[in-house]
């Protein structure tokens, strides 16, 4: 299966109705109303009520409306999907998870609702969080758990506070646990989102963070402010110095075949199937994210 177009995410609070209402018309791939680490416990209740209110005004356009429940270890998830699933959700973002055990146990809750409400089984999917030392090492089996696992989320500052690393502005430290997770959703065929990037004023950071987790295979970012959801949708696609590269290979290719060649260079570089099955890919992920931005009115 293709892998969906996840540029961005955009992380609504739960409790601010105001933030909901300006999300209405924001142009992020996927939409996801958090009842976790944004809402107070003592609000949480009201926070639930008020995204389970929110979910059927918004009209998809293209994108995903997600919500972030709170940890199975805190006693809340079950009434948090009791309260959210529904023909309006499609996702649920799944935060504290440790290994497969934990996808696993939220696939039947799932199933169970689906069942019960009439809605079509397994249509509901999961994007867990990787923010631990422990769901680290299992990161492949997180992101191969459950067939609803659309994409998996790197969260830095939960794992630098379980892990007992300290965070730098350079994240060098950050490099090992990305790269794992980035290399587990691939080999799982889901999509990596990279961690928040925290200082959301710093536009220029932002982006320097975006093309870094880029480099390591990220197709996606958490985003915590509107401003940043035009930046990553824009990093996250091919530029058009990659596509004029991705053409050039192909021409060359498809010439040097045409000539009964069997080595063709290009620019003092050999040109093989991995090299033109990657600008084909180029352009493929191109089209997907012109139809995305068609969708979503941009």
Same mark, same amino acid.
């Given at each position: 299966m293709t892998a969906p177009i996840l540029r961005s995410m955009l992380s609504v609070p739960g409790n601010q109705q105001r933030f909901i209402d300006k999300a209405l =018309?924001?142009? *992020?791939?996927?939409?996801? #109303?958090?009842? !976790?680490?944004?809402?107070?416990? /003592?609000?949480?209740?009201? *926070? $639930? +009520?008020?995204? &389970?209110? &929110?979910?059927? $005004? #918004? !009209?998809?356009? @293209?994108?995903?409306?997600?919500?972030?429940? =709170?940890?199975? /270890?805190?006693?809340?998830?079950?009434?948090?999907?009791?309260?959210i699933v529904g023909p309006s959700l499609d996702v649920v973002n799944l935060p504290k998870v440790i290994d497969a055990g934990?996808?696993?146990?939220? +696939?039947?809750?799932?199933?169970?609702? %689906?069942?019960? $409400?009439g809605l079509e089984p397994g249509g509901i999917r999961l994007i867990p969080w990787i923010e631990t030392a422990a769901a680290v090492v299992h990161a492949y089996e997180i992101c191969a758990a459950s067939p609803r696992i659309l994409g998996v989320t790197f969260g830095a500052d939960d794992y630098a506070t379980d892990s007992g690393v300290v965070r730098t502005p350079e994240a060098a430290e950050l490099n090992y646990p990305r790269a794992v997770t980035s290399n587990a959703a691939a080999a799982a065929g889901v999509v990596p989102i990279d961690t928040p990037t925290t200082e959301f004023r710093d536009l220029a950071k932002f982006e320097r963070d975006l093309t870094a987790a880029r480099h390591l295979g990220y197709r996606g970012k958490f985003c915590i402010h509107?401003?940043?959801? %035009?930046?990553? =949708?824009?990093? #996250?696609?091919?530029?058009?110095? %990659?596509?004029?590269? *991705?053409?050039?290979?192909? /021409? &060359?290719? !498809?010439?040097?075949? &045409? !000539?009964? $060649? @069997?080595?063709?260079?290009?620019? @003092?570089e050999m040109i093989d199937d991995p090299l033109v099955d990657r600008a084909h890919q180029l352009l493929d992920w191109t089209q997907r994210v012109a139809a995305r931005d068609a969708q979503l009115g941009r």
């Open positions: =018309n924001v142009p *992020a791939d996927i939409l996801c #109303f958090d009842l !976790e680490d944004s809402v107070a416990w /003592d609000d949480k209740p009201a *926070a $639930r +009520d008020t995204v &389970a209110a &929110a979910l059927p $005004r #918004f !009209e998809a356009r @293209g994108r995903l409306l997600c919500v972030r429940i =709170n940890g199975l /270890d805190t006693g809340l998830a079950e009434h948090d999907l009791a309260a934990t996808i696993r146990q939220v +696939d039947h809750y799932l199933t169970l609702l %689906e069942r019960t $409400r509107p401003t940043q959801v %035009e930046i990553a =949708n824009r990093v #996250f696609a091919p530029s058009d110095d %990659e596509l004029a590269w *991705a053409r050039r290979i192909i /021409d &060359a290719y !498809e010439a040097g075949k &045409a !000539e009964g $060649r @069997g080595a063709i260079a290009l620019d @003092g």
